[in-house]
């Protein structure tokens, strides 16, 4: 079983309505939460964080945690074209000094 | 200073060859890490440095050498690497590398084709 899953998509979604990327871990003992997103030939950027169960808001990014059902979600409100890139779920391995990447979910945002 | 810089930017080495990927953090954060990326995959993790001192190898081959010299500095150096280690090489760095909490920050990586 794969430690953090997410559908590698393409997820295509038009412009202004709103994308809900997924995200579900394995390791029970994580406390903290990243999304990053990255460009295509870019690196990652950081651009959510989010340590407790609920919603968490920031500008048009709502990241959601649902500790219990081992379940972090990024919802993106009015999608603009600028969105379109790969969405990376990140947990820290509770038992070491790194976190585990998702796959990404590529996210296309057609005008 | 939010900013985690890498050189060079791009790099084409042959097989024979030896050179070194160099990276700097002025955040105070005492943990730095090098992955490696290739298409349409997450970063994969190579090293950890906590507190300037190696504390993760994951299994990487010895063409790939990590120093830390100092708190700030990371290098990779590189020598008789093969097509296959062409990818994006990614430096982060966060405040500690144990525990929760501790969101890493990437530079823009280095491109690195082996001929």
């Known amino acids: 079983q794969k430690e953090v899953e997410q559908n590698s998509g393409p997820l295509s979604v038009p412009e202004g309505a709103i994308a809900s990327l997924n995200c579900t871990y394995s390791?029970?003992?994580?406390?903290?939460f990243f999304w990053y997103r990255q460009y295509s030939g870019k690196s990652p950027e950081l651009i959510m964080f989010?340590?407790?169960?609920g919603d968490k808001e920031d500008g048009r990014f709502t990241a959601q945690l649902n500790k219990a059902s081992q379940y972090v979600s990024l919802l993106i409100r009015d999608s603009q074209p600028s969105d379109s890139a790969t969405y990376l779920c990140a947990v820290p391995y509770s038992s070491a000094s790194k976190i585990i990447f998702g796959s990404g979910t590529r996210l296309s945002i057609r005008p | 200073d939010t900013e985690v810089t890498q050189t060079p930017k791009h790099l084409v080495m042959g097989m024979t060859n030896k050179k070194s990927l160099k990276c700097e953090q002025h955040?105070?954060?005492?943990?730095m890490y090098w992955y490696k990326q290739k298409a349409k995959k997450p970063p994969e993790l190579m090293f950890v440095?906590?507190?300037?001192?190696?504390?993760i190898n994951e299994s990487v081959p010895s063409r790939f050498s990590p120093e830390c010299p100092n708190s700030s500095l990371l290098n990779l150096h590189l020598h008789a690497l093969q097509p296959e280690d062409s990818a994006l090489y990614l430096c982060a760095s966060s405040q500690a590398a144990a525990g929760d909490y501790n969101e890493q920050f990437f530079g823009p990586g280095t491109r690195l084709t082996v001929l």
């Open positions: 989010i340590y407790s169960n």
């Open positions: 390791d029970r003992g994580s406390q903290s």
């Open positions: 955040m105070g954060h005492r943990a």
């Open positions: 440095y906590s507190y300037e001192k190696l504390s």
